[in-house]
């Protein structure tokens, strides 16, 4: 089975702050993708990569960046947390072969207070 | 008009019956279709795939594709109260990339 982690399941921040949320996948993925998910908007795509140090800014990726040193690691940063970015952030991975689905981490909940 | 869409529900259905979802998508070069159930405060979780015209069954999911006419849906038979949940469509652009577009969610409510 796929596995997708997420570092956290919940994490409270203060406003300004930078911070990072990382995933991890085992299936030797090609593509990582980072969403955040918020009531009545749906998933809603931030960055992706589709190989180590390649990135591709989604349809939000203001006050957003990514890393993608390792194959199996993809990290999300908020440059400096402002309370908008309250939400639930989801990482998914998937391989580049043919018409693939994306799996899914458990997600983390962040609150920016 | 999105991407892709879906009636947000809540679709109530008694335990028992068949809850039927659907999803059009706007674009006709899309190759691969996908449901996710997503619980409340939980992550979305694969539970078909459809890239042919026609239907797919697993279990007592059918995932039904009609490419001419852009529309894919999801027959839940025999539906439990722990089918209760958000479905989410989501379609494979005709891109280089595995990019999703996701619905918005269909709402399931399961009634006893």
């Known amino acids: 089975d796929v596995k997708v982690t997420q570092s956290s399941r919940y994490l409270v921040k203060r406003t300004g702050e930078k911070v990072f949320l990382e995933c991890v996948q085992d299936?030797?993925?090609?593509?990582m993708f980072w969403y955040r998910q918020d009531p009545g908007l749906g998933l809603r795509l931030i960055y992706f990569s589709y190989d180590v140090k390649m990135k591709e800014k989604g349809d939000i990726p203001e006050g957003y960046s990514v890393s993608r040193e390792k194959k199996e690691r993809f990290s999300l940063i908020l440059e400096s947390a402002s309370t908008n970015q309250t939400s639930m952030y989801l990482c998914?991975?998937?391989?580049?072969?043919?018409?693939?689905?994306?799996?899914f981490g458990d997600g983390t909940r962040l609150s920016i207070l | 008009q999105k991407e892709v869409e879906q009636n947000s529900g809540p679709l109530s259905v008694p335990e028992g019956a068949i809850a039927s979802l659907n999803c059009t998508y706007s674009d006709r070069g899309s190759q691969s279709f996908f449901w996710y159930r997503q619980y409340s405060g939980k992550s979305p979780e694969l539970i078909m795939s459809?890239?042919?015209?026609g239907d797919k069954e697993d279990g007592r999911f059918t995932a039904q594709l009609n490419k001419a006419s852009q529309y894919v849906s999801l027959l839940i038979r025999d539906s439990q109260p722990s089918d209760s949940a958000t479905y989410l469509c989501a379609v494979n652009l005709n891109t280089g990339f595995q990019k999703l577009v996701f619905g918005t969610g269909t709402r399931l409510l399961v009634s006893p």
């Open positions: 459809i890239y042919s015209n």
């Open positions: 998914a991975s998937s391989t580049r072969t043919g018409h693939q689905p994306q799996h």
């Open positions: 299936m030797d993925h090609e593509n």
